[in-house]
């Protein structure tokens, strides 16, 4: 089992920036990538970025690209998403993800991200 402790969200004028951090536990030597994804109200949850577990790969979903980036400190098992240039549309639910060799997914308790416009 992976566990996953999220942080850093909360409330930013449009414009602004959060960085939101996810700490890994317990069977992290299993793991593949960690990512992040997002669920606003109303909407289905949806894929924000991806990093895979040496750091040497990243991934980013469209609407993010250029405003966001995904980084790992591997000593503490953290992955951060600095996130600049927040928009309104940002506002959401952040989930952080592992996903292990075996195409397990772990997700944490999810963080509140509110843009304000």
């Known amino acids: 089992q992976v566990q996953l402790v999220e942080s850093g969200g909360g409330l930013v004028q449009a414009g602004g920036s959060l960085r939101l951090s996810c700490a890994a536990s317990?069977?992290?030597?299993?793991?593949?990538?960690l990512g992040w994804f997002r669920q606003a109200r109303g909407n289905e949850r949806e894929f924000v970025a991806r990093?895979?577990?040496?750091?040497?790969?990243?991934y980013y979903a469209d609407s993010v690209k250029g405003r966001f980036t995904i980084s790992r400190d591997s000593a503490k098992n953290t992955v951060y998403l600095q996130m600049n240039n927040l928009k309104p549309e940002d506002t959401a639910v952040y989930y952080c993800?592992?996903?292990?060799?075996?195409?397990?997914?772990?997700w944490g308790q999810g963080t509140q991200v509110t843009v304000s416009s």
């Open positions: 993800n592992a996903r292990s060799l075996f195409t397990t997914n772990y």
């Open positions: 990093i895979s577990w040496s750091g040497g790969s990243t």
């Open positions: 317990g069977r992290t030597s299993s793991l593949a990538s």
